[in-house]
């Protein structure tokens, strides 16, 4: 595969926060005080790149760990010249439990994370009590997680997990949000395979 190259700093959505053990001010990392939504394994960065541009008046972090999407999706930040991203090279469940300050998150999208199909790895799977127990306290009040997975033992499972706590309580994905797929999505339901998905919203 070819090798992605970075962007110079000067046209580049990524940052790089001083420490990872010190909670992330938004403010200075989004320069304005617009919500916050989170993206967690971001891929090649189509469902952010699009949800961005449809919503201006949020502010849009991607979470990926991979350092060649993460390039490509730069890239493609900056050739769709939206201003609402930024991005940050990081393991999901690490930046959850670290570095978003409490009850400071407005949303939180997962979309087909790795579904880890073997009973003996799901315990890698991304969402778990932990992933929720994070989720309720980066959330502010009445903030959502959407989630989406083609693999119905995940969906399930991501079922289960939010089901078990009383705050979380289940909700419905708007439609416009349905419409905006990510790569991923596309290519799975143009093969016949359902997207299973799931809301939840936070209790005040
Ligand atoms: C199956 S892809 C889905 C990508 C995208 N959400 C989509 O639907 O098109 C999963 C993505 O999550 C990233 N990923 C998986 N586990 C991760 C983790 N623990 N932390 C950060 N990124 C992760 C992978 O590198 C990959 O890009």
Known sequence: MARIQALPN???????????FTRINWLE????????????????????????KAHTGINLLGIERLLGRMRKIDRDTHKAGVENIRLLRI???YF????????SVQAVHLYFPDPWPKKRHHKHRLVNASFRQQTMRILQPSGMVY?????????NQMLEVFDEE?????AET???LMDIKTDFESEFNQ???PTRHAAYLLQA
């Not at 989004?30 to 189509?46: H, M, Q, R, V, W």
């Not at 989630?147 to 969906?155: I, N, S, V």
Request: no cysteine; charged share 25%; aromatic share 14%.
């Open 96 to 103: 959850m439990r670290y570095l978003p300050v409490d009850n």
């Open 174 to 176: 708007p439609q416009p």
């Open 91 to 93: 393991e999901a469940s």
């Open 191 to 193: 093969k016949g395979i």
């Open 147 to 155: 989630l989406r997975t083609d693999h119905e033992d995940y969906h």
């Open 29 to 52: 990392v989004f320069n304005n005080k617009n919500p916050i939504e989170l993206e967690l394994g971001a891929g090649d960065g189509s469902f952010l790149i699009r949800y961005a």
């Open 10 to 20: 000067h046209l580049s959505s990524r940052f790089y926060p001083d420490d990872y």
């Open 166 to 170: 009383p705050l979380f309580v289940p």
